[in-house]
């Protein structure tokens, strides 16, 4: 079964930029990006599909962040910027068979995203 190991969470400040990273174990047509707040619900945030091609972005942060592949690497990446006390959380990476938590089929451990004010 496909492995996905997210790196690259941390603390920052209110308007500073993480950057995330996703590596699978393989090659995977549909990835995404999902979080959860502590007594949250996991929400997705954004998605990269390559069948059929789109990005997908949660409202609550599009033009903020930006979901990428680096397909030689069998890397997803999701670039946050601007960020806000509210996108504190788990974020987790996913393969998924549509952009949404009940798509996912496989989930990585997750990496800590703290966003003070």
């Known amino acids: 079964q496909v492995q996905l190991v997210e790196s690259g969470g941390g603390s920052v400040q209110a308007g500073g930029s993480l950057r995330l990273s996703c590596d699978a174990s393989?090659?995977?047509?549909?990835m995404g990006w999902f979080r959860q707040a502590p007594g949250k619900e996991r929400e997705r945030v954004a998605c990269?599909?390559?069948?059929?091609?789109?990005?997908y972005y949660a409202d609550s942060v599009k033009g903020r962040f930006s979901v990428s592949r680096d397909s030689a690497k069998n890397t997803m990446y999701l670039q946050m910027n601007s960020l806000k006390p509210e996108d504190s959380g788990m974020y987790y990476c996913?393969?998924?068979?549509?952009?949404?938590?009940?798509?996912?089929?496989?989930w990585g451990q997750g990496t800590q995203v703290i966003v003070s004010s």
């Open positions: 393989e090659d995977i047509e549909r």
């Open positions: 990269h599909l390559r069948s059929p091609s789109g990005t």
């Open positions: 996913a393969a998924v068979k549509y952009c949404a938590t009940t798509g996912v089929y496989v």
